[in-house]
């Protein structure tokens, strides 16, 4: 035995050396495609990431340097989407035309979609109101004089550009990622507040509605994912930037938990309620408050997955919509990355059933038939998109349900490319408000 041990370091290093003699020109093939003539393409840190895997983060970019051809042609994908961005932005919350109810003009403003003037629009009554509600029906007014525009930019830009500069080491990604962060976020000429007090109002009857907290919950959290990028030493992201970013959060997160609208939307029922919880989390765990985190995926077993999905996996708050496949699939997105969230915690939400049978792998095969393209979709839907429930799929396949795995093969490939392998995490696919 003792002789064996006393080997063990000389064959170990003897290993370790032929595996660098073949990965170290691999990835210096690799990264020579993507980096500028004599730039050293440093060793890969995962980074730690919130929602997304940054482990296996890591694990794609040793492989892209490595050429895997597969990863490679998802790069491509990733990139172009990156290239688009450059040179558009920064987006600024006080470029609005006129600022948001509170005279401010650092507070965020966005207007309900879904509702619409009921009159003709005179001197007398320039909004036309009294304003009705048309379910899945998106008023083209929410686009223009206020910040949700700019917003969705800002969270989709710098998502794809900080992932894009992980994997290439392109630095006018990260650069330019920086400055959309610290523009909207950070500067104080600049920054917004860290509040939604004025998110979703309905002209002449709120000023500001809780609901419009889902404004940032559906998609924050992989603002979060990218701030863990930008963290592993991208170049233009700096102290100041990450010291802000940290207060920023905290500041936000302390308005979720503690302010009325964020109590209000806490106790919705539908999705609303999905993503707040997996929004609170991640946030928590970003800013480390690891209690926080785990308490609030630990409570959306019996909070969220007992009331909100059948014993058939169906979610019938979802269904009631005029867009029931589009919010099945974006309630989804919150629970699996509320559930990514929870396995760092400690927490399998995947592994939970509800006193009916009710699970998230239950919720996911529900849709499988519509996502294969095996069987219509037997609900209302103004506006079917296959493509939308692919991430979600995926995301159970990866957790261990068979029937995911099998179906993965027959998904529909998104607009922008299946980017699964480089950001294992959910997305909302099909794109639209509320």
């Given at each position: 035995?003792?002789?064996?041990?006393?080997?063990?370091?000389?064959?170990?290093?003897?290993?370790?050396?032929?595996v660098?003699?073949?990965?170290v020109?691999?990835?210096?093939?690799?990264?020579?495609?993507?980096?500028?003539?004599g730039?050293?393409?440093?060793?890969?840190?995962?980074?730690q990431?919130?929602v997304?895997?940054?482990?296996?983060?890591?694990?794609?970019?040793?492989?892209?340097?490595?050429?895997?051809p597969?990863?490679?042609?998802t790069v491509?994908?990733?990139?172009?989407?990156?290239?688009?961005?450059?040179?558009?932005?920064?987006?600024?919350v006080?470029?609005?035309p006129?600022?948001?109810?509170?005279?401010?003009?650092?507070?965020y403003?966005?207007?309900?979609?879904?509702?619409?003037?009921?009159?003709?629009?005179?001197?007398a009554n320039?909004w036309?109101?009294?304003?009705?509600?048309?379910d899945?029906?998106r008023?083209?007014?929410?686009?223009?004089?206020?910040?949700?525009?700019?917003?969705?930019?800002?969270?989709?830009?710098?998502t794809?550009l900080s992932?894009?500069?992980?994997?290439?080491?392109?630095k006018?990604?990260?650069?330019?990622?920086?400055?959309?962060?610290?523009?909207?976020?950070v500067?104080?000429?600049?920054?917004?507040?860290?509040?939604?007090?004025?998110?979703?109002?309905?002209?002449?009857?709120?000023?500001?509605r809780?609901?419009?907290?889902?404004?940032f919950?559906?998609?924050?959290?992989?603002?979060?994912?990218?701030?863990?990028?930008?963290?592993t030493?991208a170049p233009?992201w700096?102290?100041?930037?990450?010291?802000?970013?940290?207060?920023?959060?905290?500041?936000?997160?302390?308005?979720?938990v503690?302010?009325?609208?964020?109590?209000?939307?806490?106790a919705?029922?539908?999705?609303?309620?999905?993503f707040?919880?997996?929004q609170?989390?991640?946030?928590?765990?970003a800013?480390?408050?690891?209690?926080?985190?785990?308490?609030?995926?630990?409570?959306?077993?019996t909070?969220?997955?007992d009331?909100?999905?059948?014993?058939?996996?169906?979610q019938?708050?979802?269904?009631?919509?005029?867009?029931?496949w589009?919010?099945?699939?974006?309630?989804?997105v919150?629970?699996?990355?509320?559930a990514?969230?929870?396995?760092?915690?400690?927490?399998?939400l995947?592994?939970?059933?509800?006193?009916?049978?009710?699970?998230l792998?239950?919720?996911?095969?529900?849709?499988?038939?519509?996502?294969?393209?095996?069987?219509?979709?037997?609900?209302p839907e103004?506006?079917?998109?296959?493509?939308?429930a692919s991430?979600i799929?995926?995301?159970?396949a990866?957790?261990?349900?068979?029937?995911?795995?099998?179906?993965?093969?027959?998904?529909?490939?998104?607009?922008?490319g299946?980017?699964?392998?480089?950001r294992?995490?959910?997305?909302q696919?099909?794109?639209?408000?509320?």
């Amino acid at each position: 035995m003792s002789g064996t041990t006393r080997r063990r370091p000389a064959v170990l290093i003897a290993v370790l050396a032929t595996v660098a003699a073949v990965l170290v020109p691999a990835a210096s093939s690799a990264a020579s495609s993507a980096q500028p003539s004599g730039h050293h393409r440093a060793a890969p840190v995962a980074p730690q990431t919130v929602v997304i895997d940054g482990k296996r983060m890591r694990q794609a970019r040793i492989a892209l340097d490595r050429g895997d051809p597969a990863l490679r042609a998802t790069v491509k994908s990733l990139t172009a989407q990156a290239d688009s961005w450059l040179g558009k932005g920064p987006w600024t919350v006080t470029d609005k035309p006129k600022p948001a109810p509170s005279g401010d003009p650092h507070d965020y403003l966005s207007q309900a979609p879904y509702w619409w003037p009921s009159q003709p629009k005179t001197d007398a009554n320039p909004w036309g109101c009294p304003y009705v509600q048309r379910d899945g029906e998106r008023n083209p007014e929410v686009d223009t004089g206020t910040d949700r525009p700019d917003i969705g930019k800002v969270f989709n830009s710098t998502t794809t550009l900080s992932l894009a500069w992980y994997y290439t080491g392109k630095k006018e990604y990260a650069e330019h990622a920086a400055r959309i962060l610290r523009t909207w976020f950070v500067d104080p000429a600049t920054r917004m507040n860290p509040n939604l007090n004025h998110g979703q109002f309905i002209p002449c009857k709120y000023e500001g509605r809780a609901i419009g907290i889902i404004d940032f919950s559906q998609q924050y959290t992989s603002v979060l994912d990218a701030l863990a990028i930008l963290g592993t030493g991208a170049p233009g992201w700096t102290s100041g930037d990450r010291a802000g970013m940290r207060t920023w959060n905290k500041d936000f997160l302390d308005w979720l938990v503690n302010s009325p609208f964020g109590k209000e939307e806490s106790a919705a029922k539908n999705n609303h309620g999905t993503f707040m919880d997996m929004q609170v989390a991640g946030l928590a765990l970003a800013t480390g408050d690891r209690s926080l985190a785990r308490k609030t995926v630990l409570d959306a077993r019996t909070k969220r997955i007992d009331p909100q999905i059948a014993a058939d996996g169906s979610q019938p708050q979802e269904l009631t919509r005029t867009r029931s496949w589009h919010y099945s699939t974006f309630d989804l997105v919150a629970y699996t990355r509320l559930a990514a969230i929870g396995e760092q915690v400690g927490v399998n939400l995947w592994a939970y059933e509800g006193p009916q049978g009710q699970s998230l792998f239950k919720a996911v095969d529900y849709l499988l038939p519509a996502a294969t393209g095996a069987a219509p979709w037997p609900h209302p839907e103004l506006e079917f998109k296959r493509f939308a429930a692919s991430d979600i799929v995926h995301a159970a396949a990866d957790a261990g349900d068979r029937e995911a795995r099998a179906a993965v093969p027959r998904l529909e490939t998104p607009p922008g490319g299946d980017l699964w392998a480089l950001r294992p995490a959910a997305e909302q696919l099909d794109s639209i408000a509320g």
